[in-house]
């Protein structure tokens, strides 16, 4: 078997959406783009698992989510609203000068992300993959978002890389990541200390805003208006994929996908299978 070339993305910053710097990650190659957007609490080079396997397929981009990775933070919780990221998304395209019909693929608040963008500007995608996105009405979570009461209590800080990952390989939900995932988490998540100890890049409180402000109940309701080609995206064992039922009733032009074994985390837990998913439905 022929290995992978090393990834050595990029890193440029654009504005976004009120004068905020967003990092994104530049893949390179020949091929057509494709935009990649991540889920909650993660970072661009999360999709590195999966990148190795679109090599010289597309030209990859990847943003850090406002507040996470290493864009910037938001100053206040009121800038971490899903909305705000869908622009950001608009600005990273007019930055690259990508034009009309673009292709992208966004995993769980990354692909409300995307939905947002091609709402705020019809004809900005020619073909989506959404995997697993939070788009949901607005009664689905309920007063208290039971995500952002669990990430609030997670630890911020651990003494060295290693002690991290053995905490989140023997915990849901990266117990069943692969190891490439677990890899790409506990390298890029975390800022190095002085002490040589590391701190996560989005501490807990500030992932809960996200929780709390997301949803994308407005996205939900304006699904019928998105018109390019959809593939949804959801695992057999997701707790998503009820939802993404609902999403697909509303589409106009939606193929719904259930990917055997898998949970929410499907770019984590088979990179290879989504990598394969995405060649077929975005060529």
């Known amino acids: 078997m ?3 070339p090393p990834l050595h993305p990029t890193s440029t910053r654009v504005t976004g959406e009120g004068g905020l710097l967003l990092n994104v990650w530049d893949y390179g190659g020949g091929g057509p783009p494709i935009l990649l957007c991540h889920c909650t609490g993660t970072f661009g080079r999360i ?15 990847a943003i850090d989510t406002r507040g996470q990775g290493d864009s910037a933070i938001p100053s206040s919780r009121e800038d971490c609203a899903w909305w705000r990221s869908g622009e950001d998304v608009l600005a990273v395209i007019e930055h690259f000068d990508f034009g009309p019909g673009l292709r992208a693929c966004g995993h769980s608040a990354g692909g409300a992300h995307l939905a947002h963008a091609e709402l705020a500007q019809p004809g900005t995608f020619s073909r989506l993959v959404l995997i697993d996105p939070i788009i949901a009405p607005d009664h689905q979570f ?17 003494s060295h890389r290693s002690a991290a990952r053995d905490r989140f390989a023997a915990k849901p939900p990266m117990d069943v990541w692969a190891p490439e995932a677990l890899n790409a988490y506990v390298e890029f998540a975390f800022e190095d200390e002085p002490d040589g100890s590391i701190t996560l890049k989005c501490p807990g409180e500030r992932e809960a805003w996200f929780y709390e ?26 707790y998503v994929a009820p939802l993404t039922e609902l999403q697909a009733a509303r589409l106009p032009q939606c193929e719904r996908r ?5 949970g929410h985390f499907i770019p984590q837990e088979k990179p290879e299978t989504i990598a394969q998913v995405i060649k077929d439905w975005l060529q």
């Not at 999709?47 to 981009?61: E, N, S, Y």
């Not at 699904?223 to 959801?234: D, K, N």
């Not at 259930?258 to 898998?262: K, L, P, R, S, T």
Request: proline residues 6%; glycine residues 10%.
């Open 2 to 4: 022929t290995t992978a």
């Open 142 to 158: 309920g007063a208290e978002n039971p995500l952002a009461a669990k990430v609030r209590r997670r630890l911020n800080t651990f």
């Open 47 to 61: 999709w590195d698992p999966v990148a190795r396997h679109l090599q010289g397929t597309f030209r990859m981009i």
């Open 258 to 262: 259930i990917i055997e074994g898998a």
């Open 213 to 238: 402000l997301g949803g994308a109940p407005d996205v939900y309701e304006r699904l019928h208006q998105i018109t390019c080609p959809t593939l949804l995206v959801t695992g057999s064992e997701s």
